[in-house]
């Protein structure tokens, strides 16, 4: 069964929630930001734990591509599948996954977002392994959920249900709902209820049943991506590329994930699929987010991530961070994170974080486009 598997690494990303220190021209994905090697590299050598290279594909961006096959030299060209045009993980997951199928009719696919970190790895593989089996014989979408050890509020959030099954000692649970980042209260409540888990991004599926899926009504935008994979195929490259720029800029999470929640399974006259999760517990952060950064980094007696050239006085709980030769002094600072990088400098209350995104968005409309 295992010569079906195969990796889905998700490599377009920008990353404008780690502004300034990821940037159009640098994404996260691009950067050694935990070691000297990029957390693309680092996804790629997980991969290589669980699938041999000729099935471990990387999607990614059009003007991304140069740089993949550099980070990437032993993953043939003929993995590295470009969007058309940039797109959301919606649209990438799904033409990724469809020419997978296309080529191989009986894959399974694990996806895996490329700015993660993950240790134990052997444990994160045993999880997978679990994860891949279950959809190879079920009609379901398999999510990887990370057990919380903490009332996190930049995270998003699974709610589970019953337990439907095991494989290989694991327990798989149904999915009832997803919640997005939480405020404080809201996460303190997640987190001691024992029924939520951090939505992980990754997932594994069989193409065949996401396009049992898409046949229903309430995902007709998304069929679209069948005509341009078969646009793709025949050359027919400036018809994919307008075929492709109408659908929608979309995360994969919100975009099918959480409308396949809310329809509880139930596809019209399509078989039913269902949406599962193992509760995984390997240590897992999100290094899109500042907020993983101050958890993983060590704190002082007041609670403070100082790294860099960096000083404080009367701070409590902050990460301050600084890059080159900037000093960043800060007095009486509590939950801030202050991030200086080359020519840009983050100012933001740790509970406002999930903004960065949108400072990034203001700043390319008021001619700041160099700066991002």
């Keep these: 069964m295992m010569e079906n598997y195969h990796a889905l690494i998700l490599a377009g990303g920008i990353g404008a929630r780690l502004w300034p220190k990821s940037r159009v021209e640098r994404p996260k994905q691009f950067l050694a930001l935990s070691g000297r090697r990029s957390l693309l590299a680092k996804t790629m050598n997980r991969a290589e734990s669980l699938f041999p290279k000729e099935r471990i594909w990387v999607v990614c ?6 740089e993949v096959r550099r980070q990437l030299p032993q993953l043939d060209e003929s993995n590295i599948i470009t969007e058309p045009v940039p797109k ?16 191989y009719p009986d894959a399974v696919v694990s996806v895996f977002p490329s700015d993660h970190f993950i240790s134990p790895e052997e444990r994160f593989s045993k999880f997978v392994r679990a994860g891949m089996d279950w959809a190879a014989t079920h009609d379901s979408v398999v999510i990887y959920g990370i057990r919380p050890d903490c009332a996190e509020t930049s995270y998003g959030y699974i709610e589970t249900g019953s337990t439907v099954g095991q494989c290989m000692g694991w327990n798989c649970m149904e999915v009832t709902s997803f919640h997005e980042k939480p405020d404080p209260a809201t996460a303190q409540a997640y987190f001691s209820s024992k029924r939520y888990l951090w939505n992980s991004g990754m997932l594994s599926f069989a193409p065949r049943v996401l396009s049992k899926v898409l046949m229903d009504e309430t995902f007709s935008v998304w069929r679209p991506v069948g005509e ?8 027919r490259f400036q018809e994919a590329a307008r075929l492709y720029q109408g659908l929608p800029d979309d995360a994969f999470d919100t975009a099918v994930l959480e409308r396949l929640a809310r329809c509880a399974g139930g596809f019209g006259s399509a078989p039913e699929v269902r949406l599962v999760v193992f509760p995984c517990d390997f240590e897992w952060f999100d290094l899109g987010v500042w907020e993983s950064y101050y958890r993983m980094f060590p704190k002082d007696e007041q609670g403070n991530a100082v790294k860099g050239h960096a000083f404080t006085l009367d701070c409590t709980g902050s990460l301050v961070m600084s890059e080159g030769k900037t000093l960043i002094g800060a007095i009486g600072l509590k939950d801030m994170v202050v991030v200086c990088v080359d020519d840009a ?3 933001c209350p740790r509970h406002e974080l999930d903004r960065v995104k949108e400072l990034v968005e203001s700043l390319r409309k008021n001619g700041y486009e160099d700066y991002t």
């Design 228 to 235: 341009i994979l078969k646009n793709v195929l025949e050359g």
């Design 61 to 66: 961006k059009p003007y991304q591509r140069d």
């Design 88 to 103: 959301g993980t919606a649209a990438a997951v799904l033409l990724g996954s469809l020419i997978i199928e296309q080529r």
């Design 345 to 347: 400098i983050l100012v």
